[in-house]
């Protein structure tokens, strides 16, 4: 398998466009988490999924901010608008609840906003 | 939220063994302590979990305390690529949520 597939793994964008990052989970896997990590916050997880469907969204800082995963093998993030704040670097993670819950994360996504 | 307390930082010479203490008082009975660690500009790799018995894997062991508050992630001979964040987690049985403290930052000297 190739393992959890995130893109691009480099944005840069101006304050104020939509930003959207991608996430190919490993095949099988049911759960689905988006992680960002700063400085100054360490890593923070965002949102997961189960079974295609976001069971706990409390990491999700403001509404800017939302995540989809319309099938099995796919997820989005969006923020809209972004700020310099967001400026991190993004992981998507996914497992197998019920086995083992190790989670397999990506290599993430670099995203700065100027 | 969960809570785990580990040393901000630790240093090891390479083919030496390496003790990462993990204090984490508050683990209810039906969490794993599971431990990630994240390589330089890559996200966080699963390295191990347990319960309440000792466990070994391909890459470390894990030594759980009796009264469960406490355990300590053993490398049994560092290299250099063991250099890296270790983290300490406990996940519960609730939901399947890995709160990230800081973590244990280890340098490997040659």
């Known amino acids: 398998d190739a393992g959890v597939i995130q893109s691009p793994r480099h944005e840069v964008t101006e304050m104020g466009q939509e930003v959207t990052l991608r996430c190919k989970p490993i095949?099988?896997?049911?759960?689905l988490f988006w992680y960002r990590q700063t400085m100054m916050r360490g890593l923070e997880l965002l949102i997961y999924f189960n079974n295609n469907v976001p069971i706990d969204d409390s990491g999700m800082p403001e509404d800017r901010f939302s995540a989809k995963m319309p099938n099995a093998s796919f997820s989005t993030l969006k923020i809209q608008p972004s700020e310099p704040r967001d400026s991190a670097v993004y992981f998507c993670a996914s497992s197998l609840v019920g086995e083992r819950d190790e989670q397999y994360f990506g290599p993430g996504t670099r995203l700065t906003v100027t | 939220d969960a809570k785990t307390t580990q040393p901000n930082s630790m240093e090891s010479n390479e083919e030496e063994p390496v003790h990462l203490p993990c204090n984490h008082s508050t683990i209810s009975g039906t969490d794993y302590i599971h431990w990630y660690r994240q390589l330089p500009s890559q996200g966080p790799e699963y390295v191990i979990h347990?319960?309440?018995s000792n466990v070994n894997n391909r890459m470390a062991s894990l030594a759980i305390a009796e009264d469960r508050k406490s355990s300590t992630l053993i490398l049994h001979r560092a290299t250099l690529r063991d250099a890296a964040v270790y983290y300490c987690i406990f996940y519960g049985g609730a939901t399947n949520k890995l709160i990230f403290g800081t973590g244990t930052l280890l340098a490997v000297q040659p």
């Open positions: 347990g319960l309440t």
């Open positions: 095949s099988g896997h049911n759960s």
